[in-house]
């Protein structure tokens, strides 16, 4: 048996059973992170790897067994993006400009999973400059490679989280969702995704990219360890205003008999690739023959989506981003005034597709545009959510694909901007909506790389969302 091979249910009961210690997962997962970063061309999932804290981690959990004061979660580690906090170390979310940021408080969600459950942090993972882009290559730290073609990209931007778990670096991660920074790297390294609905899972400690979007969720092997850590994390929390009062249970029975299924004819675009189409109609298949109704629907307005959120999440970002000044948080350049110094902070700080994001987020928010692209955005936000409100009178839940297409190679999008938007092209209209969403592996392609299918559910659907993913995970 290799411990990484294990799920965290597997995990949980070998942990209760006592066959093995929480130092022995730790300790084997912290060897294969090493040995991953000496090698030739490494997947490089962690920006920073906290072995001897989670070596510490892991007694305490032991310790937490033995007395018999463990839940199902204790002594599991995790990995987590870099723009969560964990008190005492670095935040860096990939930039230059958090250089050397050292969080002051924990994360809601670390709080939670890690001081309560007694969780194992094993490091903090790569991840897109500010979360901005869908394959790990803006990190200032150096790209993530694909656990299954090292050619390849992971995705992103929690494209280290999901390489952890696809490459057997963590057995469950923690990543962040603006426009399909879970789904779409987890659909690319073969791991289960999860974006719960706006206002489940707290974001403080999470640092903002654009908040009316973000919300923090799992990448698991299963879909059963997603819902686990979901459960576990999410919640009302009154240090974020944004947070729901809700409590989250997830009951999984994986029951598909008279399940609605909608697949909105809006996904089948000139674009798709035939290797993923295929994939959806071989889904379908399986589905209908497991006693699912599955019904063409439509989205009318999907084809703004991908526009609408650059408008959005761009005017938020600026703002967001204004804090990086040189004075609070982490890198400050040399210079004699204080004005120079804002400058050459930010210029020297911050990358090319963060200041991309800046320099459109301040133009449609400035004077004469912001009726023209900010306010217009936001009417259009309000037609994409009535589409799906309108979708889930008659569906239960919504399929389609999660990418456009399988993972691609590195440098082939990066200096194309709008070729690397438009492979979110299927996730962004969840994160505008504020619904739930998730990606779940649905086959390979004869290369050998994963491919993902993408469900949707309404507005806290995450309990019919994840036993129809469980559902379909166990027609397999
Ligand atoms: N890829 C999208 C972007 O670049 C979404 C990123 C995200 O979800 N954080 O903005």
């Known amino acids: 048996m290799d411990i990484r091979d294990l799920s965290v249910r597997e995990l949980s009961e070998a942990l209760a059973k006592k066959e093995v210690s929480s130092e022995e997962i730790t300790k084997a997962y912290l060897e294969a992170i090493e040995k991953d970063e000496s090698s030739p061309e490494p997947i490089h999932a962690y920006v920073s790897v ?16 033995a007395r018999g004061e463990a839940t199902k979660l204790t002594g599991i580690p995790i990995a987590i993006k870099d723009n969560i906090n964990v008190k005492g170390y670095e935040t860096t979310c990939s930039s230059r400009i958090l250089k050397g940021y050292k969080a002051s408080y924990d994360a809601t969600v670390v709080e ?26 803006t990190s200032a730290y150096g790209i993530t490679r694909n656990p299954f073609d090292r050619k390849r990209v992971p995705g992103g931007s929690s494209g280290g989280s999901a390489a952890a778990v696809g490459g057997k670096l963590a057995p469950v991660a923690l990543g962040s969702d603006t426009g399909g920074s879970i789904r779409q790297p987890a659909a690319f390294c073969g791991c289960v995704g999860l974006k719960p609905t706006y206002g489940t899972v707290s974001r403080y400690g999470l640092v903002a990219f654009a908040s009316s979007l973000d919300q923090i969720g799992p990448l698991a092997k299963t879909v059963e360890d997603a819902a686990w850590v979901y459960e576990a994390m999410a919640g009302h929390d009154p240090k974020d205003s944004t947070s729901l009062e809700h409590t989250p249970a997830v009951k999984l029975e994986g029951n598909l008999k008279g399940v609605k299924i909608g697949v909105p004819k809006e996904f089948i675009i000139e674009g798709l690739d035939p290797r993923v189409k295929e994939n959806l109609d071989e889904m379908i298949r399986k589905l209908e ?29 600026s703002s967001n981003l204004e804090r990086y000044d040189g004075v609070k948080y982490g890198y400050r350049a040399q210079a004699s005034t204080l004005s120079e ?25 400035s004077a004469g545009y912001y009726d023209a692209y900010y306010l217009k955005a936001l009417k259009v936000r309000t037609l994409i959510k009535e589409d799906f409100q309108k979708a889930f009178e008659k569906v239960d839940v919504i399929l389609g694909p999660t990418t456009p297409t399988p993972p691609f190679g590195i440098g082939e999008k990066v200096s194309d901007p709008i070729a690397m938007y438009l492979s979110d092209i299927y996730t962004i209209s969840a994160n505008l909506a504020g619904i739930p969403a998730l990606s779940l592996p649905s086959g390979w392609t004869k290369e050998g790389l994963p491919l993902g299918m993408q469900l949707m559910g309404p507005a806290l659907g995450e309990q019919k969302l994840l036993d129809v993913a469980y559902g379909i995970e166990h027609l397999r």
């Open 289 to 317: 023959a497991a006693g699912a109704r599955v019904a063409e629907i439509s989205l009318p307005h999907s084809e703004y989506a991908v526009p609408t959120y650059y408008v959005v999440a761009t005017a938020e970002a």
């Open 112 to 137: 939670r999973l890690v001081r309560q459950h007694g969780m194992v942090v094993l490091g903090k993972t790569n991840m897109d400059e500010f979360a901005m882009g869908s394959s790990t290559e």
């Open 50 to 65: 906290l072995a001897d804290e989670a070596l510490a981690m892991a007694k305490e959990a032991d310790k937490k067994w």
């Open 341 to 365: 110094m804002y400058v050459k902070t930010r210029t020297e700080g911050f990358g090319p597709e963060v200041k991309r994001r800046i320099m459109l987020g301040t133009y449609v928010l």
